[in-house]
């Protein structure tokens, strides 16, 4: 059903034979055995699940997962080992349907987070803490294992088209058509537990539709974006 | 990509160009009793709104436009255009061609970068059709056309998603990308740059559906809010009045689409000479187009599906010029850069035995494998002639 092309350095090229083209893959942290998992959304809303092994060019299609009835627009993964949480990846589509898995030997659908009738373009994942983008320009943070919603952010005035994360911080950055980038500091309360946010800082890329941002360093202090017409790639550093 | 985006591209457009005919018609306008023979007089252009209308809404022809399919490249697309501004006594020249067209593809670009909702397209078509009615007022026949098509719209986009309309909207703004040429209606306005982009104003209402930036609410796993604080997000927008009318008749709200241009207006456009994005542009032209060949098929059905009624009897075709004066057309014709240039095609369905003999010879000198070709196809007949222009 689905043929790799090549492989370089955890980059990988896909041809798929079948009518559903990916929409976008992310290497996974190792598994306990040691070899890699790939997943890949595709337009038909199906996960694809491919096994990577150690040594050797055999990738194997492990498993199709179903949860999503719309094109996957996003996937983030984290490695669950030595957390109390045990969520390892959750999956996002066009309707805003959000869908949590824990790996193993296969992947077990958690829980599912419903739409409110926008896409969901970009979704992180971060000690336990979903972070979803919204295309109402809305940031919302869930607990992961339980789905529960503990934040909502309106955070900007247009559709989101990327959100990141410098895991080192908890820092989160998210993008969007309104030319706005901000950043946010993630964390939990030491009495609760509750997933609590502050803003850090704005910026206003004049008049450029934003559609692609990324934190250049772990730790979150500097970024980049792309947006629609710009020929360049912009960068900004914290001082 | 999607592939519902034709529908909304090709209307807007022609609605855009209607706009700008009727702005120069207008303009150019002598009364009746005053006309020279070579003179544009009201009822010529009434006339003229009334040929290019009623053929581009023509049922064969939105038949094939509403067919799910690619949206192929600006040159094709102009092709068209080209067509549907020669179905009335008008004519044009290249330059003045080439102008309308870049007026056109500039302000629908303006509005799909503009909308407020992805959704909002689908009210700047309407916007253009409520306008194009208003054209029409005196001929029921052209109206009931427009409003048929008012419900093909609603039916094609009526029950699609956001996140189908999002597509929607990334597919046009492709179709736009890199595109800057200066337009004098929207510098004066400063809806535009100098340098060519668009000014993304980060103030006024937000869309239907949004809430205003600068809140953030918590809550407890019980889903009650414990706790909400304000941030300073950078913009100055206000909560959005009321979400627009997507009936037959309504109040739109958007403004995005309705006719900018008013009488007294010349509208000018300059060509970014000198800017560094034509790079970009100059690649795009010397790459051969794999496409080529689904183009021209593309071309040929959409034009088979316009019925071009041709005048009767030996009557002048009255020239229009997009330019002040025809000094500067003829200097607009020679300085256009080269990247700008968009090359026509000139698809000739005739029957000319001459015509095959050469088409023949052509399709000869292109031969590249030993075997001759028995039998070509209608699209590489067309290929040839293109390579021979």
Known sequence: KGIITCISCFQIHFLFSGSTPPINTFPHG????????????????????????????????????????????????????GQDCVVDMVTADDSGLLCVWRSGPEFTLLTCIPGFGVPCPSVQLWQGIIAAGYGNGQ??????????????????????????????????????????????????????????????????????????ARFCDPSGNSFAVTGYDLAEILRFSSV | MSMRTLPLLFLNLGGEMLYILDQRLR??????????????????????????????????????????????????????????????????????????????TMAFKYQVLLCPRPKDVLL???????????????????LHQVDETFRQLTETYGGLSAGEFQ???????????????????????????????????????????????????MFNKKGEEIRKIEFKHGGNYVAALREGSFELHGDRVLKLGTNMYSVNRPVETHMSGA?????????????PNPLAKEELNFLARLMGGMEIKKPSGPE???????FT??????????????ELSYEVINIQATQDQRRNEELARIMGEFEITEQPRSSASKGDDLLAMMDGL
């Open chain 1, 30 to 81: 190792p598994t306990i055995s040691g070899a890699l998992v790939l997943a890949a959304g595709t337009w038909s809303g199906q996960v694809l699940v491919f096994d990577i092994p150690a040594k050797g060019p055999n990738i194997v299609l492990s498993e199709e997962l179903a949860g999503h009835q719309t094109p996957v627009t996003d996937i983030a993964t984290e490695s669950a080992q």
């Open chain 1, 139 to 212: 940031i919302r943070l869930y607990e992961a294992t339980t789905g529960t919603l503990h934040v909502q952010i309106n955070a900007h005035a247009r559709a989101i088209c990327a959100l990141d994360l410098a895991p080192e911080m908890g820092k989160l950055l998210s993008a969007a058509e309104d030319t706005f980038v901000h950043i946010w500091k993630l964390s939990r309360s030491p009495e609760s537990g509750y997933i609590e946010v502050e803003h850090c800082h704005g910026e206003c890329v004049f008049d450029t539709q934003v559609c692609g």
């Open chain 2, 27 to 104: 303009a150019q306008n002598i009364p009746v009793d005053k006309a020279r023979k070579d003179e544009w007089t009201e009822v010529d252009r009434k006339r003229v709104l009334n040929d290019i209308i009623s053929t581009m809404f023509s049922r064969k022809f939105m038949e094939e436009l509403f067919k799910p399919q690619e949206l192929y490249s600006k040159k094709a697309l102009r092709t068209v255009y080209d067509r549907l501004a020669h179905a009335s006594i008008m004519r044009l020249n290249q330059a003045s061609m080439d102008k309308l067209y870049d007026l056109m």
């Open chain 2, 124 to 142: 700047v078509t309407f916007n253009h059709l409520d306008a194009i009615k208003g054209f029409i007022q005196d001929s029921p026949t052209i």
């Open chain 2, 167 to 217: 597509l929607i909207r990334q597919t046009l703004l492709i179709f736009f990308q890199d595109l800057h040429i200066r337009v004098s209606i929207f510098l004066k306005e400063r809806v535009q740059s100098s340098n060519g982009r668009f000014v993304l104003p980060v103030s006024g209402p937000v869309p239907w559906g949004t809430e205003v930036p600068g809140v953030i609410r």
């Open chain 2, 275 to 287: 800017s560094k994005n034509l790079a970009s542009r100059t690649q795009e032209s010397i790459a």
């Open chain 2, 316 to 322: 002048p075709g009255f020239r229009l010029n997009l």
């Open chain 2, 325 to 338: 004066t025809d000094e500067e057309e003829e200097q607009a014709a020679l300085t256009r850069p080269e």
